[in-house]
């Protein structure tokens, strides 16, 4: 069963948010309203680096279709095995998405979560975009709704030691933040993209292709690795609005050049392998 995620910190000053109606209150007396939709805006002004940060509407709009068509099902399966794997039964677990865009890997994670496992799970993106289509979404899911927010991975509006989960999907880590929230036991679960990650789109979109990283990499400051799986499988795209999709949610749409853009738009079917490594990370004891 989902819940919403409770244990709030008030952005401003870190002190606990307590639910009162329609808006979340700290002790100091900031307020944040509850928006009719369902989300939260916990981006103070004075955190923001644009006006309008994250992902646009064009954007999260394209990785809506992209992802509901289940072109990335078995990354969210295997996400969803390894949040779910060693959770008590005994106890309320909780899990954050942190960077959870339109919510599709949270959906899936309620569906694939047993009755008898009690989840409390919040969604947080710096997008006001992707966190109202994620809560739109989220209130014709019969599984359960996580509480969603507009936040900040740089400042989690987060009570410290209180997620068994963090999740990292293609984002953008905070290793320092994402190990202050959670408990001592709690894991960090990460997924990044491979060395052959869409690599013929990116043959096709760019004259020549950057040396990949290594595959063995440190684990980050404050983590011990656990575990670590490939997640790989061919994926054919017809139409060209599923390819432009695939373009519109990867960095890739900015980086080729308008030469690369309009070999892609030129496409009516392609076929990519996903590739994408899946980490889990355990929080590292003090002291």
């Known amino acids: 069963m989902i819940t919403p995620f409770q244990s709030l910190a008030c952005p401003l000053d870190g002190a606990p948010l307590q639910s009162d109606g329609s808006t979340w209150r700290c002790a100091t007396g900031h307020c944040f309203d509850i928006a009719t939709q369902g989300y939260t805006h916990l981006l103070p002004v004075q955190q923001k680096r644009s006006r309008d940060p994250g992902d646009s509407k064009e954007m999260v709009a394209a990785r809506r279709r992209f992802l509901n068509a289940g072109n990335y099902q078995p990354i969210a399966a295997a996400v969803s095995r390894a949040v779910l794997a060693d959770l008590s039964l005994d106890e309320t677990a909780s899990?954050?998405?942190?960077?959870?865009?339109?919510?599709?890997?949270?959906?899936?994670?309620?569906?694939?979560?047993?009755?008898?496992?009690?989840?409390?799970?919040?969604?947080?993106?710096?997008?006001?975009?992707?966190?109202?289509?994620?809560?739109?979404?989220?209130?014709?899911?019969?599984?359960?709704?996580?509480?969603?927010?507009?936040?900040?991975?740089?400042?989690?509006?987060?009570?410290?030691?209180?997620?068994?989960?963090?999740?990292?999907?293609?984002?953008?880590?905070?290793?320092?933040?994402?190990?202050?929230?959670?408990?001592?036991?709690?894991?960090?679960?990460?997924?990044?993209?491979?060395?052959?990650?869409?690599r013929e789109l990116r043959e096709i979109i760019y004259p020549t292709l950057k040396p990949e990283r290594s595959a063995e990499e440190?684990?980050?400051?404050?983590?011990?690795?656990?575990?670590?799986?490939?997640?790989?499988?061919?994926?054919?795209?017809?139409?060209?609005?599923?390819?432009?999709?695939?373009?519109?949610?990867?960095?890739?749409?900015?980086?080729?050049?308008?030469?690369?853009?309009?070999?892609?738009?030129?496409?009516?079917?392609?076929?990519?392998?996903?590739?994408?490594?899946?980490?889990?990370?355990?929080?590292r004891a003090v002291g």
């Open 95 to 198: 899990c954050l998405d942190a960077g959870c865009g339109d919510g599709y890997y949270l959906r899936q994670l309620a569906a694939a979560t047993p009755d008898r496992q009690i989840l409390a799970v919040l969604g947080l993106d710096i997008s006001k975009w992707a966190v109202l289509a994620a809560a739109k979404q989220s209130a014709l899911n019969p599984a359960g709704r996580p509480n969603w927010v507009v936040g900040s991975n740089a400042n989690l509006p987060v009570l410290p030691g209180t997620l068994d989960r963090v999740l990292c999907m293609f984002g953008f880590p905070v290793y320092a933040e994402f190990a202050r929230v959670l408990k001592p036991a709690g894991q960090l679960l990460q997924v990044d993209a491979g060395p052959d990650h869409l």
């Open 218 to 283: 440190l684990a980050p400051a404050g983590f011990v690795t656990l575990a670590s799986e490939t997640v790989r499988f061919p994926l054919e795209l017809n139409g060209t609005e599923q390819i432009a999709d695939l373009l519109a949610m990867t960095p890739h749409l900015y980086r080729a050049s308008a030469e690369g853009r309009a070999k892609a738009a030129a496409l009516t079917t392609l076929a990519v392998t996903v590739d994408v490594r899946l980490t889990r990370f355990g929080r």
